[in-house]
């Protein structure tokens, strides 16, 4: 149990249907927290998780939100902030990648990448951090990625988005930091998600093979780091970014 949820604090969290988000939510439910997570598409899965948590008697709900959509976040955040309040977190993990050489990439692969990665992240921040300022204590998480430090062909566009979350990271830090409210990011490499099994499978067996852990990561490898910086044990941890990716950028 975590020293943070013991107020009926509640975490939000993008995208959280599947994927690493679904496994943030998870963590966090088990927590304790009351975990409030949106998605675009993926209504089933969010349904199936609100279900497969409460039978496990967590306090899991979904909301249909694109965050790329300005005015869905602004009227989502009205409705989150008057039932509940300010959130204890806010963990900005919705992404997307559109892969391919730059050269070849289409207008709309590049600015679909930023509106979800970066766009995304300024709008659910901005529209909830003020709240969290009243409370005197919070947590904002942004979840970037090892393309924020390390080239990879074919992700210009998601590197770029993935290097201004870690550069967000550190600003926005400074901003908040008067009001205890600590601002950090997570840096994955390869986790096993849809994301992951997008990649065609011959270089899925080099990327594993390039790991030195040797293994694609989890999302619980994820969830536990996040876990951590959540937790008033990290109370003095701001404006940085981690790296979980089994020694991969070591
Ligand atoms: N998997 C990896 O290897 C890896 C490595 C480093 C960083 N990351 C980062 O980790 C985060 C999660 O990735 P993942 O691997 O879990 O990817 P994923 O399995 O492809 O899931 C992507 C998630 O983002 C949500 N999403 C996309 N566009 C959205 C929008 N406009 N509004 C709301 N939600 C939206 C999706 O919701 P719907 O399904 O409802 O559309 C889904 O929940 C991303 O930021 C990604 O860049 C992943």
Redesign the pocket.
């Known amino acids: 149990m975590n020293a943070a949820s013991g107020t009926n604090r509640w975490i939000l969290v ?8 679904l496994g943030l939510v998870t963590a966090f439910a088990k927590a304790g927290f009351e975990v409030v997570f ?5 209504a089933d ?1 969010a349904r199936q998780a609100e279900e497969s948590m409460a039978a496990q008697g967590f306090s899991v709900s979904g909301h249909a ?4 959509d300005e005015a869905a976040v602004q009227a989502l955040s009205a409705q989150l902030l008057t039932q509940r309040g300010a959130p204890y977190a806010i963990v900005n ?5 559109r892969d391919s050489l730059m050269m070849n990439m289409s207008t709309e692969d590049w600015r679909s990448v930023i509106d ?2 970066l766009n ?1 992240a300024f709008f659910i921040t901005r529209a909830f951090t003020s709240s969290m300022l009243e409370s005197g204590d919070g947590v904002v998480l942004q ?5 924020a430090h390390k080239g990879i062909a074919g992700q210009t566009n ?1 590197s770029a988005t ?1 290097a201004a979350l870690t550069a967000l990271t550190r600003s926005l830090a400074l901003e908040l930091g008067r009001f205890n409210v600590r601002v950090n990011a997570i ?5 096993a ?4 099994d997008n990649i065609p499978e011959a270089q899925r067996k080099s990327i594993r093979n390039s790991v030195p852990l040797r293994r694609i990561g989890t999302v619980e490898d994820v969830a536990s780091l996040a876990l951590f910086l959540l937790d008033p044990s990290a109370s003095y941890i701001t404006g940085q970014t981690f790296v979980v990716d089994g020694g991969l950028t070591a």
């Not at 939100?65 to 790329?68: G, I, K, M, Y």
């Open positions: 993008t995208g959280g249907a599947r994927g690493i988000g949106t998605y675009k598409s993926s899965s939100c694109d965050s790329t993990n919705a992404g997307i990648t979800t990665n995304s979840i970037s990625s090892v393309a998601y993935k840096a994955p490499g390869y986790i998600t849809d994301m992951f």
